[in-house]
Each structure stands twice: as C-alpha cells, then as structure tokens.
C-alpha cells in the first residue's frame, strides 16, 4: 500500500489483534521491512486509522510500500488481489 493522496483513496486488508509482542518483528521480516529501521526493505510498518466494516475505527499497523512509484498503477478497488 501506498500513502493515500486524497480521501478516495483506500486498501482493503485484513485486522488481527496480536497477543504475542515479538510477533510484529516476525512481521516484519516476512514483509520486508521494519519499523525502526525503515530504509532496510521495500515496506515501513507505520500506525494507520483503519475503518472497520462494523462501522468502527481503531489505529493498526499497516505496511506502506515506499519504493519507486514509476510505472506503478493504481488499484481502483482498494483490494490487491481484486484490483478492478
């Protein structure tokens, strides 16, 4: 995912509540990236005000891809794995 630019921007993801503290780190090395060491892969773990289908709100973390945007398109639904 990318920084959202305006309002209609959005992704579609998935919240899980994690029990265990290391796990993060764990994530973190599966995605490519870290969040105290940002520049060391492909993706930054920053917290994200993330809307529920419930209709609630709750701030998560959420990867932020920060790599070279040339030639990178847009995914108009939000979902990667649906993108159209």
Partial sequence: ???????EEWGSGEVYELADGTLPDVLDDYEGGAAHEPDRGLFER????VALDSGGTLTAWAYFDHGPREGARPVPSGDYFEPT
Avoid at 1 to 7: I, L, R, S
Avoid at 46 to 49: A, F, G, K, Q, V
């Fill in 1 to 7: 995912m990318t920084a959202p630019v305006g309002p």
């Fill in 46 to 49: 920053l917290p994200t005000l």
